[in-house]
């Protein structure tokens, strides 16, 4: 049995920004007629994250594709259990199994995988270094746009990294996996 073409697209964004990174795939994927919705994740604790998105998946009318990047995978795992996703697809992303977290995925980098400039915890969240910003996680983008990504941060909670995951829906619905082997964040498996 087939699943019955999804019509709608949700998009899910990583820790350290927001929803709005999403807009040229929004824009692309509009052109192609496709419905999307963009998740705004308090990136707090994944267990509010996995909420926030299921709030999005709530307000689909028929299937709908779950896409993930880099710590929203973790969150796709979880949410893409709602009744409405029909397929998961996972861009640079962490894709945790049965109580895994993004905390136990990158307790062992892959030898030579570029260390990410995470600053240390303040007040429960965390941060990337504005100096390293660009080079880490906006490499692409032009210096003006990257300065701009670097001082609107979203503070990343240390529950966020430390959430489990209680059922995988990559285990029971179709996935795909885009692999970068030039990301600076969500380095490859060592054998990607």
């Not at 697809?89 to 962490?94: E, M, Q, T």
Request: a negative charge.
């Amino acid at each position: 049995m087939t699943s019955p073409a999804a019509s709608n697209v949700v998009l899910v964004h990583g820790g350290f920004v927001d929803g709005s990174g999403w807009q040229g795939v929004y824009d692309l994927l509009r052109q192609d007629g496709y419905q999307v919705s963009i998740v705004q994740n308090p990136t707090v604790s994944l267990a509010g994250d996995v909420e926030a998105t299921r709030v999005v998946l709530d307000r689909q009318t028929g299937p709908t594709v779950l896409v993930a990047h880099s710590y929203g995978g973790a969150v796709i795992t979880e949410a893409g259990n709602h009744p409405q996703v029909t397929a998961l697809v996972y861009i640079a992303a962490f894709v945790p199994d049965q109580g895994e977290s993004v905390n136990t995925l990158i307790a062992n980098p892959p030898p030579g995988a570029p260390t990410p400039p995470i600053l240390p915890p303040a007040d429960g969240f965390l941060f990337l270094d504005r100096d390293k910003f660009q080079e880490a996680f906006a490499g692409d983008l032009p210096d003006a746009q990257a300065a701009f990504m670097a001082d609107a941060q979203v503070p990343w909670g240390v529950d966020a990294l430390s959430g489990a995951i209680n059922e995988p829906a990559w285990r029971a619905k179709p996935s795909w996996y885009l692999i970068s082997t030039e990301d600076r964040m969500v380095p490859p498996p060592p054998n990607g």
